[in-house]
């Protein structure tokens, strides 16, 4: 982790960022890409990172359904 990203804090900071940065219902992920390093990506909807040939290590849904009824669309809360 540390070697990707710097420290812990640092991956859960871009971590946050993308998920507060996903427009519209989606996912991102901590993924392991075909070279073994390690990536913060996003997805749309209900794909996932196996239709990219990459493996999940660590998903967060940031469906529009699944935080607005608590933050009223305030995403990043």
């Known amino acids: 982790m540390t070697e990707a990203y710097g420290s ?8 946050a960022a993308a998920g507060a940065g996903r427009f519209g219902s ?7 890409d075909k070279a073994g390093s390690l ?9 996932n990172p196996l239709c990219f ?3 999940a290590l660590l998903g967060c849904d940031v469906w529009e ?11 990043p809360a």
């Open 39 to 47: 990536k913060i990506t996003k997805t749309e909807n209900g794909v």
């Open 26 to 32: 989606g996912w991102v992920w901590l993924v392991k």
């Open 65 to 75: 359904h699944s935080y607005d009824i608590d933050f009223r669309n305030r995403r």
């Open 8 to 15: 812990v804090q640092k991956f859960k900071d871009d971590f």
């Open 53 to 55: 040939g990459q493996t």
